[in-house]
């Protein structure tokens, strides 16, 4: 589902352990709610997320579909993957300490959002 280190996303409280025996030994298993596993899977970031929370009934928002990407060195066959698979803009940006260049990085990002 592409959710990485899924026990870091829940908070001590929100999950109820069980333990139940096997075949090697005691297991404890953690259940979460309906409404922990739709927090989850709203910010997975995989494309098959939006089937599953469709599945579960939830509302999909895709306002804005922007890829921002802050490398010293493009790849453009990364971005051209990345823009392919999930049909979003591209912005690339170089970290660096000039105040300009970034007023200029977070311009673009306005401008894609909100074209006016």
């Avoid at 392919?84 to 260049?101: A, N, Q, V």
């Amino acid at each position: 589902m592409g959710v990485r280190n899924i026990r870091a996303s829940i908070l001590p409280g929100e999950s109820t352990k069980i333990v139940s025996k096997g075949n090697g030994g005691n297991q404890i298993c953690s259940y979460i709610s309906l409404e922990k596993l739709k927090q989850i899977i709203a910010c997975s970031r995989k494309p098959n997320a939006k089937v599953i929370a469709k599945d579960l009934g939830m509302e999909i928002i895709n306002t804005h579909c922007v890829a921002i990407e802050s490398t010293y060195a493009a790849d453009l066959s990364r971005q051209e993957y990345i823009t392919s698979t999930i049909g979003c803009k591209f912005i690339r940006f170089t970290p660096g300490s000039d105040i300009m260049y970034l007023a200029n990085t977070i311009n673009a990002i306005r401008k894609l959002i909100d074209p006016i």
